[in-house]
């Protein structure tokens, strides 16, 4: 049973998902219907947890998705829109081949693809609920540690946050600092000597003496340094959170290329198709004397130019499919979506600079390293306390030994000579980094701010055009008919891919615009 409670999903200011309740029992079939952007995906995504709700409660066979996600998501098999297998594969090569791509042993993987293409051809019903799936399909996320498809940009960047392997480094970097950091702390070592001594003229007159020491600075000092260390903690916890942020937002304009390169492929493969059918028209043409040759050259020219488009623009889609899996750590993502994200232009610029402003992770960043240089200055200047040293002392003169107790103090008169000024000065570098840092965020803000505007109104110029533009259909009806000429026809069609090939590096750049001005939410 699936149970879906007051469930709303939120992107910012825009509701994908307004407050849905349903419940799906055993046994039932069931189909989402609705328009582009209605949300279909945004709830599949939530009941099979590649994306957590904003609000409400998801519940699969009395397991919470948010709660469990372990036990919910083994009662759940589920298939993409776009199914992640190869069609020249059969059923059981591309389940063997995906147990190779997640190492499974080859003793496992043989034993497990047999018992799945078995079970396969038995089994005529199931107890697990089924979304959109096949058995097949769950048993071979099942062996292969779950491989799924990632439906959406979000769900990627959460895998590659958890597989990047410059954050796994930059993360064993942070936890050394803060060690470091700590270690700045501890006492200093103790000290144990042994003096034996013996008179100039009797050598049978002998003193031993030990002593054992432990120096420490002034006990009030470890308590700021402990303060300090707390600050410089949550200092570098800022810096890997920027560092965190690039990497998210490069694989994010990544998968907006990928988008769009998807977008242009189903332009290409339309252009392709067309120029193939009237390549074949023309040559028939040709032969009964109904065209000449400079027109069959002419589509024959275009024929040549689309596959060489269509060749580059592939090309270029895989090569993005491969820094996006090297930016995953070189583990496979299934990333089919190839429409862009909803992304409402902002009207309100300076509600926009005020949130940009208080949420940029630079400036937190800056303002977290304010903190230590202020406190390190504290530090400074408790260091002109004097250090203290405790200890115990023998001495074992012939006969009758004695032990005392040793106490030393040592006063910092030459070694933090200019060192409060230092730290000052470094606390003013600090501020004067974080002004100009605030300057360049209004700035760079200000810049993507005109340009994504530009760039939105730009593409609602196209949008008004292409509703009022002649249908390639009707110009291609009018070819064939002999309305129109060869020349006339490649003019406007030119004209027409062309433009529609426009709209799509408007949208990518708009797009990209957004990701970098919303940054601050990766």
């Known amino acids: 049973m699936i149970e879906v409670k007051n469930v709303t999903k939120k992107y910012g ?49 009395g397991f919470d998705i948010e709660k469990k ?27 063997t081949y995906m147990a190779e791509i997640k190492k499974v042993d080859r003793k496992t993987r043989k034993e497990q693809v047999e018992k799945i293409i078995e079970e396969t051809n038995k089994r005529k019903s199931m107890k697990r609920i089924i979304i959109i799936s096949s058995f097949a399909a769950t048993a071979l996320f099942t062996l292969t540690g779950g491989v799924q498809a990632q439906n959406s940009i979000e769900q990627v960047l959460k895998n590659i946050e958890t597989n990047n392997k410059e954050l796994q480094a930059n993360a064993q970097l942070i936890t050394s600092q803060k060690l470091e950091s700590k270690t700045d702390n501890n006492l200093p070592d103790p000290t144990l000597s042994y003096a034996h001594l013996w008179g100039a003229k009797d050598k049978n007159e002998t003193i031993g003496e030990l002593v054992v020491s432990q120096s420490f600075d002034f006990p009030s000092l470890y308590a700021t340094r402990n303060k300090l260390n707390r600050l410089k903690a949550g200092a570098y916890d800022s810096q890997a959170d920027v560092f965190r942020q690039d990497k998210l937002l490069q694989a994010k304009e990544v998968c907006l290329d990928i988008i769009m390169l998807r977008q ?116 400074n200047k408790s260091q002109w306390l004097p250090k203290l040293e405790l200890g115990y002392r023998r001495n074992t003169e012939t006969g009758t030994p004695f032990n005392g107790v040793v106490v030393g103090f040592s006063f910092p008169l030459f070694e933090n000579r200019n060192k409060v000024k230092i730290a000052k000065a470094q606390a003013l570098n600090i501020d004067l980094q974080k002004e100009n840092a605030t300057l360049q965020v209004e700035s760079e803000l ?3 701010y005109r340009e994504a505007k530009a760039l939105h109104n730009s593409m609602e110029e196209y949008k008004k055009t292409f509703r009022s533009q002649q249908d390639l259909a009707l110009l291609k009806q009018a070819l064939t008919g002999g309305q129109i000429s060869m020349i006339e026809y490649f003019v406007e069609v ?29």
């Open 69 to 95: 996600p372990r036990k919910a998501k083994k009662e759940i098999g589920y298939m993409p829109e776009g199914v992640p297998i190869y069609t020249d594969m059969t059923v059981k090569e591309f389940v």
């Open 264 to 379: 242009q492929k189903q332009i290409l493969e339309e252009r392709l198709r067309n120029a193939e059918v009237l390549a074949e028209m023309y040559a028939k043409r040709l032969q009964t004397g109904d065209a000449n040759a400079l027109e069959t050259n002419k589509i024959n020219l275009e024929l040549l130019n689309v596959r060489t488009e269509a060749s580059l623009n592939e090309t270029a889609l895989r090569n993005k499919m491969q820094e996006l899996n090297t930016l995953n750590g070189n583990i496979p993502v299934v990333f089919e979506e190839s429409r862009y994200p909803l992304t409402p232009f902002p009207s309100d610029y300076q509600i926009l600079k005020s949130e940009v402003l208080a949420a940029d992770r630079t400036l937190m960043a800056l303002g977290n390293e304010s903190l230590v240089a202020r406190k390190q200055i504290a530090v």
């Open 13 to 61: 200011k825009v509701v994908a998902v307004d407050n849905i309740s349903f419940t799906i029992k055993d046994g039932e079939i069931i189909g989402l219907l609705g328009p582009n952007g209605a949300g279909k995906s945004t709830t599949m995504n939530m009941i099979t947890g590649f994306i957590e709700p904003t609000e409400g409660t998801i519940v699969i066979d």
């Open 494 to 522: 030119s004209v027409i891919y062309q433009s529609h090939q426009n709209y799509l590096q408007l949208e990518n750049q708009y797009q990209k615009a957004m990701a970098r001005i919303y940054k601050s939410k990766l």
């Open 446 to 448: 200000s810049q993507l």
